[in-house]
């Protein structure tokens, strides 16, 4: 069994910052690329920021040079650093991990429950 826990998210007036974390927790035996995706009322999940083990990042570019996705291996933990924020980056964002568990047959995907994050004034 894995979990991902969001946390961090909130209301926020445009150009401010949120951080948002996520950690992984279970019977984990190894995590590949972890990531962050966003889905706005009316609209599907789009993908945010993704990032390798390694520390090979991917991000849309609707949110180039304003979000930094990193992650912390030792903790199983992934964040999302998120400056000068937009209304139209308001929208649930939801935890996304590549994840080889015990007891199964190879990397599954996982997600959070999702975080809101709402930027207005």
């Known amino acids: 069994q894995v979990q991902l826990v969001e946390s961090g998210g909130g209301l926020v007036q445009p150009g401010g910052s949120l951080r948002l974390s996520c950690a992984a927790s279970?019977?984990?035996?190894?995590?590949?690329?972890m990531g962050w995706y966003r889905q706005a009322p009316g609209k599907q999940r789009d993908l945010v920021a993704t990032?390798?083990?390694?520390?090979?990042?991917n991000s849309a570019d609707s949110v180039k040079g304003r979000f930094t996705i990193s992650r912390d291996n030792a903790k199983n933990t992934v964040y999302l650093q998120m400056n000068s924020l937009k209304p139209e980056d308001t929208a649930v964002y939801y935890c996304?991990?590549?994840?080889?568990?015990?007891?199964?047959?190879?990397?599954?995907?996982?997600w959070g429950q999702g975080t809101q994050v709402t930027v207005s004034s």
């Open positions: 996304n991990a590549i994840v080889y568990a015990a007891g199964t047959a190879g990397h599954y995907n996982y």
């Open positions: 279970g019977s984990i035996i190894s995590i590949g690329t």
């Open positions: 990032i390798t083990r390694a520390g090979r990042t």
